[in-house]
């Protein structure tokens, strides 16, 4: 079992900057591959960004276009996104999400743990 919580979230103006933060807890940090997703409402949800177990692969959605950055420390056991330039269409409930395995998924169905969500919300 793994628990997965985040923080960080909130309003901010467009073309402002938030810091997501995922704490993990329960089993080794470093044996799961770690995604971000979001879900606004009447959409489906979709994969934000993911990193590999150490860290030194990651994979962006192309809406991302450069404005975000996910990375993770596994000494503190969290990993992270970074934000920037944020549109109104970012708006979503985000959600981090635990994979055990290698293979880059991209489907919120192939992962194993998730987190609660949290809102982030930005304004036009």
């Known amino acids: 079992q793994v628990q997965l919580v985040e923080s960080g979230g909130g309003l901010v103006q467009a073309g402002g900057s938030l810091r997501l933060s995922c704490a993990a807890s329960?089993?080794?940090?470093?044996?799961?591959?770690m995604g971000w997703f979001r879900q606004a409402p009447g959409k489906e949800r979709e994969l934000v960004a993911r990193?590999?177990?150490?860290?030194?692969?990651?994979y962006y959605a192309a809406f991302v276009k450069g404005r975000f950055t996910i990375s993770r420390d596994n000494a503190e056991n969290t990993v992270y996104l970074q934000m920037n330039s944020l549109k109104p269409e970012d708006t979503a409930v985000y959600y981090c999400?635990?994979?055990?395995?290698?293979?880059?998924?991209?489907?919120?169905?192939?992962?194993?743990?998730w987190g609660q969500g949290i809102q982030v919300t930005v304004s036009s």
């Open positions: 999400a635990a994979d055990n395995t290698i293979v880059v998924h991209t489907r919120w169905h192939d992962y194993d743990y």
């Open positions: 329960g089993r080794t940090f470093t044996n799961y591959a």
């Open positions: 990193i590999s177990r150490s860290g030194s692969s990651t």
